[in-house]
Structures are given as C-alpha cells and as structure tokens.
C-alpha cells in the first residue's frame, strides 16, 4: 500500500513513517519542516522519501498514485492553536478539509484523521465514548471537530475516512516535544530535580504512547474497509486514564531524588475520562503496549543517553509554541505561517 504521510517530520510523525515502513507500507512524507532543526537522539530505523510542502499548497497531482492519506500535518496543540486562532482554523479545519477533497479527487481510498480526545473538553467523571457530546474549549480542539464533521460527509463508496481521536500523546521521539504533560514533568525532573505543580492536579487525562498510536495507524490501514469505514476510534487504553497529580507521581518516582509539590486549582477546566473500549474490541490487531510508568522509563534512559541539559529541554525546537514564535520574529516564517525566501 503506498501511503502519504502528512506531518512526517514531526514529533508522532517521524516515528510513525518508520513504523509503517517496519510494517510493509510505502511511505512518502511531506513536512513544512518547521521543527526541522530540532533532533534529540538518533532514535529510527528507516525514514521515507520526503516533499518539503506545506499542506494548504498540496495538489491533485500530488496526491495521484496514493492508496492512502494518514493526516496529522496541523498546528498540533492548544496553547499553539490560542497563538492566532484565525490561523488554526485556516490550517487545521480549511486546510484539512482541503486536503481531504483533493485526495478524494485524485482517487485515494483511505483517508486517517489524526483527532483528538480534546475534543471532548470538560467532562464530568463519566467515560466519554465516540458517542458522547463533543464539547470543545480551544481553536485546536473546536477545528478537530469541524474536520471530522466535514470530512464524514465526503465518504462515499470510493473514498473511506477514519478518525483517531487520540489521548495524550507522550514518549521519546527524535524529534521530541516537551510541551506535552508527561514528557515536559519528565523533563523538569531530569533537569530540575523537582516537580512544582501550579495546580492541584485534579483534572482528568488519558494518555497514549505514540508507537501504540503508530500501531492504530497501521491497524486502520490493514482492517477490511467496512470495519473502518467513516469510523471514530478513541485512540488509547482505558486503562490509561489519569489525574493528572497520578502523572506527576509516577514521573517523581521514576526519577530519583525528584520531589513533587503540587498547588490550587489553576484557571484551566479541561478534565475528561475516555473510554476506549471500541477501539480495543473491533480493531483488529490493536492493543496499547506502554503506560505512563513505561512511558517515563524510556525518556529516563534517552535523557541519560544524551545527556540531557537545561539548554536542550528548553530548546525552541521542543516546544511547538517557542518555535513558531522564534520563525515569526525573525521574519522566517509570514503572519500566515507561510515559509519567506531569505537571501
């Protein structure tokens, strides 16, 4: 199967190209590259071929001769998407509905939406399942389910979308992100020796690794078309359903010597449990195989591998808003996130 790979350059990105090529797949991967100056350890067996493109200026043509489109090329987080909302909408909901249309029209079958289980917002003790209300707090998590509403009424006999909505993402990738709950309490540990909490971390978070979110690509990919079908899956374990003080200790006690604190009830609301039965009971050949304890592990041993300092965990690179921030005030990137030509 050849597969297009948007967002390949990235944190889950360049993980998930070497994965499904470990699987078989014929990945091609296309990135804007705006993280490209950011690579944490050598950490993956094989990467693919590689288009420099931002997904807004992908076309038709581009897109003939793919079997299938895994999507997670856009501004990739809340506080990112809060930098210029217009943006975010024009990124991730106009310019994924976009790509999903072109890719329709150059006869691609398959169609995987990287979503998120932020979109279910604030939430009650209650498992949220696919079913449940969606109720969105962010221009990322608001332009999630926009896509997924638009993109759904694309599916036809010929053209077969599938959303992922996933938990929280965590785990070590060359391309590393520190600005994702536990690996940024993995990073302080290791480089602070101490966890101080602005909250009391009582909201609720489901977390996944990202090679079991490489493994649920793949599994999308290789399921008969009608198991998938214009399907959401909840991305993730419910097991794996967390406070987030439950995060935090686990990473105090990976880390020796780290000592945790924790404070009042900060300003952020956004609490939801999610169950991810369906995606465990009717994906073939998916099952999560890391837990935050696994999780925090691995990044211990990469951070002692490298050698990880204050300087590289604070790196723009890193941390998604940073970056962008850096591009934008050195004029290397427009008010639109358009790449400028330097001289």
């Not at 976009?98 to 939430?123: E, I, N, P, T």
Request: net charge negative; with cysteine; charged share 20%.
């Amino acid at each position: 199967m050849n597969v297009l790979l948007t967002g390949s350059g990235g944190y889950i990105g360049t993980v998930t190209a070497s994965a499904l090529m470990s699987q078989g797949f014929d990945v091609t991967g296309v990135d804007t590259g705006y993280y490209a100056s950011g690579w944490l350890y050598h950490g993956v067996i094989q990467a693919p071929r590689w288009i420099v493109k931002d997904i807004r200026q992908i076309t038709v043509e581009d897109l003939a001769g793919y079997d299938a489109v895994v999507h997670m090329a856009e501004l990739s987080n809340d506080p990112l998407g809060q930098l210029n909302p217009e943006v975010t909408y024009i990124i991730n909901h106009q310019g994924s509905v976009a790509l999903a249309k072109k890719a329709r029209q150059a006869g691609v079958s398959r169609f995987v939406y990287m979503s998120s289980c932020s979109v279910y917002g604030v939430g009650s003790d209650d498992f949220k399942t696919e079913e449940s209300e969606t109720n969105p707090q962010t221009a990322y998590a608001k332009s999630k389910v926009m896509v997924e509403r638009d993109v759904s009424q694309m599916a036809n006999d010929e053209f077969s979308p599938t959303f992922l909505r996933n938990a929280t993402a965590f785990g070590a990738s060359p391309r590393m992100r520190f600005d994702v709950v536990l690996n940024n309490l993995s990073g302080l540990a290791w480089t602070t020796g101490e966890i101080r909490m602005t909250s009391d971390g009582t909201p609720w978070r489901p977390l996944v690794h990202i090679l079991d979110i490489s493994q649920a690509i793949g599994s999308v990919l290789k399921a008969p078309r009608e198991i998938v079908h214009n399907q959401i899956f909840n991305t993730g374990d419910s097991q794996q359903n967390y406070r987030v003080r439950e995060i935090a200790e686990i990473v105090a006690e990976t880390f020796p010597g780290c000592e945790l604190s924790f404070g009042a009830s900060d300003k952020d609301n956004r609490s939801y449990r999610v169950s991810f039965e369906k995606i465990n009971t009717q994906l073939p050949g998916f099952k999560c195989r890391y837990d935050a304890a696994k999780g925090a592990e691995q990044l211990r041993e990469v951070f002692e591998g490298i050698g990880m300092t204050r300087e590289i965990f604070g790196a723009p690179p890193y941390t998604r808003l940073k970056m962008l921030q850096l591009l934008i005030n050195t004029g290397q990137v427009d008010n639109q996130l358009f790449w400028r030509d330097l001289p």
